[in-house]
């Protein structure tokens, strides 16, 4: 049974910083795509970032690049999002999200399609 796990998610005021990890589990972890995505009350779900089971390839959302740094570490099947610089617009549930190796673009990988296994979240929130 594959399962994702977030966390690090909290409340910090604007400007401030966090670190989110996402732990597999019943998957060959360095076999997939991971990815990032974000929901806030209301919103649709986003794409923040994504990055190659390599970690070689990475993309960013543009409202986040620059302030955001997407990383993996295969031999402990964790994906990490280091999130710098936050605004209140960056408050959502952040997900996790795993896809079967494949050709990677900036289109692909911050769209849900190709997405197999899904996280349930860890909830940021940014005060002003």
């Known amino acids: 049974q594959v399962q994702l796990v977030e966390s690090g998610g909290g409340s910090v005021q604007a400007g401030g910083s966090l670190r989110l990890f996402c732990t597999g589990s019943g998957l060959t972890f360095g076999e997939y795509i991971m990815g990032w995505f974000r929901q806030a009350p209301g919103k649709e779900r986003e794409g923040v970032s994504c990055?190659?089971?390599?970690?070689?390839?990475?993309y960013y959302a543009d409202s986040v690049k620059g302030r955001f740094t997407i990383s993996r570490d295969n031999a402990v099947n964790t994906l990490y999002l280091q999130m710098n610089s936050l605004k209140p617009e960056d408050t959502g549930m952040y997900y996790c999200?795993?896809?079967?190796?494949?050709?990677?673009?900036?289109?692909?990988?911050?769209?849900?399609?190709?997405?197999?296994?899904w996280g349930q979240g860890t909830q940021v929130t940014v005060s002003s």
């Open positions: 999200a795993a896809a079967p190796r494949q050709m990677l673009t900036y289109k692909i990988g911050l769209g849900p399609k190709i997405y197999k296994y």
């Open positions: 990055i190659s089971w390599s970690g070689g390839v990475t």
